[in-house]
T-cell receptor, first 112, second 115 residues
């Protein structure tokens, strides 16, 4: 049972480039979400999904897009990377809201 | 607005000493509360959670937390700290608004353990 799998683990982008951070879970969880972690700020919610075809914005959605075509996958897209998006990104999933969340191991992104 | 406050950014304790990490939340309804731990370069691991019932909850690695509704607090405790407990600790509250659940984190407390 793999849990929540994030790829890649590390990535360096140039300003203006685009990329997709991948997140997959094999627990049949309905809830999935993306967070970014910055020093002194904890984890902040970027986007979340409560099921296939349903997504919504979190605290810091600007510069990021998401889609949820299957229960298992919840990719995060950076359309035009900026240095302010340098961060560690975590994907999380939950069976239902309020049930407890399982986190992936993170993607460390640097935008130069 | 819903929020979580962890007043202590850094805490240093000696190995074998007791530990208490503070967490205060702001949420109008009955909260679902969590403590997560993050070792350097790692993801987040769930230590314990409170949904309802007994206000003293036990978690993994010898940790416990007490929910106090009157103080809007959910402090994490451990009677005797081990060097391997050095990590960053996050308190979180699962909120329900707009028809959906969202997990809100505090800024974290970094724990250092002296031998």
């Amino acid at each position: 049972n793999a849990g929540v799998t994030q790829t890649p683990k590390f990535q360096v982008l140039k300003t203006g480039q685009s990329m997709t951070l991948q997140c997959a879970q094999d627990m049949n969880h309905e809830y999935m979400s993306w967070y970014r972690q910055d020093p002194g700020m904890g984890l902040r919610l970027i986007h979340y999904s409560v099921g296939a075809g349903i997504t919504d914005q979190g605290e810091v959605p600007n510069g990021y897009n998401v889609s949820r075509s299957t229960t298992e996958d919840f990719p995060l897209r950076l359309l035009s990377a900026a240095p302010s998006q340098t961060s560690v990104y975590f994907c999380a999933s939950s069976k239902t809201g309020g049930y407890g969340y399982t986190f992936g191991s993170g993607t460390r992104l640097t935008v130069v | 607005a819903q929020s979580v406050t962890q007043p202590d950014i850094h805490i240093t304790v000696s190995e074998g000493a007791s530990l208490e990490l503070r967490c205060n939340y702001s949420y109008g309804a009955t909260p679902y509360l969590f403590w997560y731990v993050q070792s350097p370069g790692q993801g987040l691991q769930l230590l314990l959670k409170y949904f309802s019932g007994d206000t003293l909850v036990q978690g993994i690695k010898g940790f416990e937390a007490e929910f106090k509704r009157s103080q809007s607090s959910f402090n994490l405790r451990k009677p005797s700290v081990h060097w391997s407990d050095a990590a960053e600790y996050f308190c979180a509250v699962d909120t329900f608004s707009g028809g959906y659940n969202k997990l809100i984190f505090g800024a974290g407390t970094r724990l250092a353990v002296h031998p």
